[in-house]
């Protein structure tokens, strides 16, 4: 079996409101994409569980998947070893991502796919999690970006200097290229995406105000910082 066989005879691992059994996945040209950078060195995360873990256990590598729906696991290894597709490489969590990235142990990723749960705050905490754990220079798919939650990573990744645009697919996927750490955990004056987006901004407010803000910040005072923002959110001065 190859590639464009699996892709043309895809598992159905997933249910919808009927209770009957769907694939909801990435689109072939991404798993094209995917094929393309991974091979059975890689190793890849993803959140969520399909024919994308079809393909990377196709790929032979490395793999982490985490999804809380164990019949999901079930139904991909069923497939698996029908259609005669090793899974020996792939772990799988049978768990929500929130309990299984903070405690998860593993060597620097190839790739992370973030495709779990679409609902606030999952996409976040995924990329929370996994941002670090993945190497310089690998590269990040966000699925979904037509849900609002997607979009939201997607531009904030396009706005921090520590990740760069790589690939979009039918407006609905993004991939970027890591290029430095720490974007996830820089405070937010230094996150040009929430700056821009904030009606507090440091642009508005005078030079000495700015560097007392930061002296507050480099001593790691954010509760003496914040209640002083608050403060001046509650009770701005007067325009002059």
Not at 119 to 137: Q, R
Not at 197 to 223: H, Q
Request: proline share 5%.
């Amino acid at each position: 079996m190859n590639l464009a066989q699996i892709i043309e005879n895809p598992p159905a691992p997933h249910r919808d409101v009927s209770g009957e059994y769907v694939l909801w996945g990435l689109g072939s040209e991404v798993l094209y994409f995917i094929s393309e950078h991974v091979d059975d060195s890689s190793r890849t995360l993803e959140t969520g569980c399909g024919l994308s873990t079809v393909v990377f256990a196709f790929l032979g590598a490395h793999h982490i998947c985490i999804t809380p729906g164990e019949q999901e696991i079930e139904r991909i290894r069923d497939y698996c070893s029908e259609h005669e597709v090793a899974t020996d490489q792939v772990t799988f969590h049978a768990d929500v991502s929130e309990n299984v990235l903070p405690g998860l142990e593993c060597e620097r990723l190839d790739l992370v796919l973030i495709d779990g749960r679409h609902g606030f705050p999952a996409p976040f905490i995924d990329f929370y999690y996994s941002a670090s754990k993945l190497k310089i220079g690998g590269l990040l798919v966000v699925d979904d970006t037509w849900l609002w939650t997607g979009e939201i990573l997607k531009q904030y990744l396009l706005s921090e200097p520590e990740w760069t645009h790589e690939a979009e697919f039918s407006a609905r996927t993004s991939v970027f290229r890591k290029l430095a750490e720490g974007s996830q955990s820089k405070e937010w004056c230094y996150q040009n995406f929430v700056v821009n987006n904030s009606r507090f901004k440091l642009e508005d407010k005078p030079v000495p105000y700015i560097v007392t803000a930061l002296r507050y910040l480099k001593r790691g005072e954010f509760a003496v910082l914040g209640n002083k923002i608050l403060r001046r959110l509650r009770h701005p001065s007067p325009t002059r």
